[in-house]
């Protein structure tokens, strides 16, 4: 798998590369990652790469010559015409795990970082297939959205991460994680001593926050996401009642909560 990031600051991506679980990925080859900078593709003494904006207005304008031809050689590297062309907008679809989990199957995409106040429209018309947005707020560049999908797909990539089957404990894998708490101390390091009731609460509580306590969260996102969810994240096989449920699972938040204030952690 192979991405290549147009960007006017490759400098940004060396220390996200190197640091982190995912470097993983990277250093191993499982997603590669090259860096081209359109402004070694610019012409003229000054290696110029944006302009004012046709009509007047605000801001700069990324050229289309210089990206152009960068893109250029990245598929002459690349040896296809036909790779992905992903440009982070914020007119674009919003990145939603589904999407992650295609991205990470794939063979990558070339990435377009846009800087100042966009990229000339007639390059997006002519080569960009794929226009991803962050969410409803503006960046300064593409670069901090190009990272967001390197690093959601490279965790996606087998031997990553420590343990093989934490991201199908991901939020999203079905519902949202749930509340995560350190292994309970007491003040001082020691271990509580508990009623062996409290300890049964305690281990209800600390089993069922994720895979219960997350369908709060969710719930109070898309309250038609509860039934689904819960069957998958508890592998129960037959009919749930939703009231059930969701009094099951706020008297164990309930009771956790209680046990842990009354032995003050």
């Known amino acids: ?32 990652v090259k860096l081209w900078n359109p402004r070694d593709y610019a012409e003229g003494n000054y290696k110029r790469v944006d302009d004012r904006p046709f009509g007047g207005g605000p801001g700069m304008v990324m050229l289309a ?17 036909n790779d992905p ?24 995409a070339v990435l377009i970082c846009g800087r100042y106040e966009g990229i000339d429209q007639r390059f997006i018309n002519k080569h960009v297939t794929h226009e ?18 390197l690093d959601a797909v490279a965790r996606l990539q087998p031997g990553v991460l420590n343990d093989e089957g934490s991201h199908q404990l991901d939020s999203f894998n079905p519902a949202l994680d ?28 600390v089993a069922c926050p994720r895979r219960l306590m997350r369908l709060r969260q ?17 592998g129960l096989e037959h009919q749930i009642d939703r009231r059930a449920a969701l009094h099951r699972r706020d008297q164990l938040a309930h009771v956790g909560v209680s046990v842990c204030h009354r032995h003050g952690w």
């Not at 192979?2 to 499982?30: C, H, K, N, Q, W």
């Not at 062309?85 to 990558?108: D, I, R, T, Y």
Request: charge should be neutral; proline fraction near 4%.
């Open 85 to 108: 062309v992903v440009l982070f907008s914020p007119v674009g679809k919003v990145l939603k795990h589904a999407a992650v989990e295609s991205w990470s199957a794939s063979q990558g």
């Open 65 to 81: 010559e210089p990206l152009a031809l960068c893109l250029a050689a990245i598929r002459a590297e690349r040896a296809s015409s």
């Open 1 to 32: 798998m192979r991405f290549d990031v147009i960007t006017l600051f490759p400098e940004l991506f060396a220390p996200f590369l190197t640091s982190g679980v995912t470097r993983r990925a990277y250093e191993s080859g499982l997603v590669e």
């Open 132 to 149: 991803i947005s962050l969410g409803d707020f503006v960046l300064s560049g593409g670069e901090i959205a190009a990272m967001a999908l």
């Open 218 to 234: 969710q719930c109070q996102r898309d309250s038609e996401t509860l039934i689904h969810p819960l069957r998958a994240a508890d």
């Open 178 to 205: 749930g509340l995560l708490v350190y292994r309970m101390m007491c003040p001082g390091g020691k271990r509580a001593a508990l009623t062996s009731l409290e300890i049964h609460h305690v281990r209800a509580w």
